[in-house]
């Protein structure tokens, strides 16, 4: 299986901030990579496609990169909305595999 | 508008069963694999199981080969998760997704529990 490796875990900021999560993959999945924004009583939304895909009606303060291993996540200037827990997940190989999550909380 | 709806989750005892069940409106079905992922409360994200559009390939996370059964009815629009043997450690949120986990539903929680 392919491991996720996310970070950090947990991360503090506060509005109009910009803030990365990385994600490793633990073997090459090209660009077949997601990455979900969660609330509270809620399902995962798809935010990233193909590891830099914006989907549709998502803000562009969210933006992704990278390739083959190694992969980030960037929201700039943060809005009190973007204050939820972020996944990494790869449907290159199955079982599909997420990260752990890194929850954003207000500084 | 894609919709998938979950039904099917309870209480139920350890060594129990129970069926779930995810409707699917606004897309054509039969066209992509479907998925089965859980969370637990307060945990991270488990993928569980997926099917492919005409059933000819399943796949199991290890944690659930041997008592789970995914299936698919393409003329009712409708994925099935099959659970026996459930354990304690099975309680979850259970969630539907659709084709490369794109589109989920709300889910639908399973607790096991005496």
């Known amino acids: 299986d392919i491991q996720m490796t996310q970070s950090p875990s947990s991360l503090s900021a506060s509005v109009g901030d910009r803030v990365t999560i990385t994600c490793q993959a633990s073997?090459?999945?090209?660009?077949?990579l997601n990455w979900y924004q969660q609330k509270p009583g809620k399902a995962p939304k798809l935010l990233i496609s193909?590891?830099?895909n914006l989907e549709a009606g998502v803000s562009s303060r969210f933006s992704g990169g990278g390739s083959g291993t190694d992969f980030t996540f960037t929201i700039n200037s943060l809005q009190p909305e973007d204050f939820a827990t972020y996944y990494c997940?790869?449907?290159?190989?199955?079982?599909?595999?997420f990260g752990q999550g890194t929850k954003l909380e207000v500084k | 508008e894609v919709q998938l709806v979950e039904s099917g989750g309870g209480l139920v005892q350890p060594g129990g069963s129970l069926r779930l069940s995810c409707a699917a409106s606004?897309?054509?079905?039969?066209?992509?694999?479907m998925h089965w992922v859980r969370q637990a409360p307060g945990k991270g994200l488990e993928w569980v199981s997926g099917?492919?559009?005409?059933?000819?390939?399943?796949d199991y996370a290890d944690s659930v080969k041997g008592r789970f059964t995914i299936s698919r009815d393409n003329a009712k629009n409708s994925l099935y998760l099959q659970m026996s043997s459930l354990r304690v450690e099975d309680t979850a949120f259970y969630y539907c997704?659709?084709?490369?986990?794109?589109?989920w539903g709300q889910g639908t929680l399973v607790t096991v529990s005496s």
């Open positions: 193909d590891a830099s």
């Open positions: 073997q090459d999945i090209s660009t077949y």
């Open positions: 997704a659709r084709d490369t986990l794109r589109d």
């Open positions: 997940q790869q449907y290159g190989h199955v079982p599909y595999t």
């Open positions: 099917i492919s559009w005409n059933s000819g390939s399943i």
């Open positions: 606004g897309f054509t079905f039969d066209y992509y694999a």
